[in-house]
T-cell receptor, first 114, second 113 residues
Framework: GAVVSQHPSRVICKSGTSVKIECRSL??????MFWYRQFPKKSLMLMAT?????????EQGVEKDKFLINHASLTLSTLTVTSAHPEDSSFYIC??????????FGQGTRLTVV | AQSVTQLGSHVSVSEGALVLLRCNYS??????LFWYVQYPNQGLQLLLK??????LVKGINGFEAEFKKSETSFHLTKPSAHMSDAAEYFC???????????FGTGTRLLVSP
């Protein structure tokens, strides 16, 4: 089946620095990718829809300047957490649909801001 | 707007017992419905999905779910639980023609020996 690869799986960064998370569709093209945030013992919260070649669409309440999304190619979307703070610590997951039939999810990235 | 309700944040069963995880949805149009499983610190894996056609859907690892329009339900079942089934399970709904998934709050399945 299709694979979505997310990197890194874990990252620890200092408060005030930026962190980039990559999401790649390995064997299919994805014009649209989705970024989720998951709090401990909670469900997935959609943060934004990443559109290849255009601006991302952010969900209400998500800071665009804090969470920068770039979808430069049909197989790569990146999420950059800018000026990270401890409250940004979370589990971030990306997903993409293959042929509009099934959503595939990355392995997730555990971000810890210290 | 679409929504998903998963009854029970935790479900405990003994190994070999029936697993039943409940999911009710709200949708103004025929929905696509999904069940995903998540193991600790990992992404989501699709167990099964309903789009159209047969209302009883069989998935991986012995799981199945039945779409009941009259009850707006899509409950997940497995006849005999295995220790390896212990995980978080999410029900999700998608509106036809759109790719956004709306997730339920999740149910943690605990399996005891």
């Amino acid at each position: 089946g299709a694979v979505v690869s997310q990197h890194p799986s874990r990252v620890i960064c200092k408060s005030g620095t930026s962190v980039k998370i990559e999401c790649r569709s390995l064997d299919f093209q994805a014009t649209t990718m989705f970024w989720y945030r998951q709090f401990p013992k909670k469900s997935l919260m959609l943060m934004a829809t990443s559109n290849e070649g255009s601006k991302a669409t952010y969900e209400q309440g998500v800071e665009k300047d804090k969470f920068l999304i770039n979808h430069a190619s049909l197989t790569l979307s990146t999420l950059t957490v800018t000026s990270a703070h401890p409250e940004d610590s979370s589990f971030y997951i990306c997903s993409a649909w293959d042929r509009d039939t099934e959503a595939f999810f990355g392995q997730g990235t555990r971000l810890t801001v210290v | 707007a679409q929504s998903v309700t998963q009854l029970g944040s935790h479900v405990s069963v003994s190994e070999g017992a029936l697993v039943l995880l409940r999911c009710n949805y709200s949708s103004s149009v025929p929905p696509y419905l999904f069940w995903y499983v998540q193991y600790p610190n990992q992404g989501l894996q699709l167990l099964l999905k309903y789009t159209t056609g047969a209302t009883l859907v069989k998935g991986i690892n012995g799981f199945e779910a039945e779409f009941k329009k009259s009850e707006t339900s899509f409950h997940l079942t497995k006849p005999s639980a295995h220790m390896s089934d212990a995980a978080e399970y999410f029900c999700a709904v998608r509106r036809t023609g759109f790719q956004k998934l709306v997730f339920g709050t999740g149910t943690r399945l605990l399996v005891s020996p």
